[in-house]
């Protein structure tokens, strides 16, 4: 090992069993509700295993990197494109300038701007995407600090500055992905929750971001201004803006 942070890496990652999700597989012969509870419970599986290997420092050190950084370059590929899209809007809305590229040809040339005081977020399930490993090697060489989440042991693990560990096995091969498209998006929401606590000393109101309106209907007639709430969005925390489903 390279040190106490690579030993911790790979002990992590020996640990990390994955789950078998064959007992579980879809077939002709299920009804439409088997169907829907395999579907549900193969993710509220992973999703619950990935819970209970979070490394709680390698988190605390990508939400404060994120924090501190002036702008957030967030970098996928392929179906982890929306995970990317998704990264991008949930940044801008606690106040950290992001950007989201998912083409490979902007990614080359967004990738030879960086400067040293910008985060790059790369996405990647395999972590072998060679676009990607790229994108990597030219942050690094700008000075840009790399974080990733990724699995585990991929080229791209090695290659960041920062690690954040996703492992599930899907057969990509024969159905889209699914399970750990959620867990990269679900990876994102725990970041951003973090970043906005990071931040939290910095802006006087969590509710009084720049882009408050966004969860906010067009004011009517019927609907005066200062009850143009979406529905179903709740205002009691500083942090529902966050969680609640916008429109």
């Known amino acids: 090992c390279e040190g106490l942070s690579d030993f911790k890496l790979r002990l992590a990652s020996g640990l990390t069993g994955t789950m ?3 007992h579980t597989q879809v077939t002709q012969q299920d009804s439409m509700l088997e169907l829907g509870a395999k579907v549900l419970g193969n993710t509220a599986s992973a999703i619950l295993q990935a ?3 979070l490394n709680r420092d390698s988190m605390d050190r990508a939400m404060r990197l994120i924090a501190a950084a002036s702008r957030v370059e967030v970098y996928a590929v392929g179906h982890y494109g929306a995970v990317a899209h998704d990264a991008q809007f949930k940044l801008l809305r606690v106040g950290v300038p992001a950007v989201a590229y998912t083409d490979t040809r902007l990614q ?5 701007q960086l400067r040293a ?13 060679a ?3 790229d994108v990597a090697e030219t942050a690094q060489a700008r000075g840009a600090t790399v974080v990733a989440i990724t699995e585990s042991q991929s080229p791209l693990a090695r290659k960041a500055h920062l690690s954040l560990i996703v492992d599930h096995v899907e057969d990509i091969a024969t159905q ?13 929401d725990i970041l951003v929750v973090g970043v906005a606590l990071q931040r939290g000393n910095a802006m006087p109101s969590m509710g009084s971001d720049a882009t408050a309106d966004l969860d906010e209907s067009q004011p009517t007639a019927a609907t005066p201004k200062a009850r143009r709430k979406a529905p179903g969005v709740s ?12 429109r």
């Open 131 to 133: 676009e990607l490993l």
């Open 108 to 112: 080359v040339l967004a990738a030879q």
């Open 51 to 53: 819970r209970d290997h």
């Open 117 to 129: 005081d910008v985060v790059v977020l790369i996405i990647s399930s395999s972590g072998r995407i």
């Open 20 to 22: 078998p999700i064959t």
């Open 235 to 246: 205002a009691a925390g500083d942090l529902a803006h966050l969680v609640a489903r916008s």
């Open 176 to 188: 889209v992905p699914m399970i750990s498209r959620i867990l990269y998006l679900l990876m994102v």
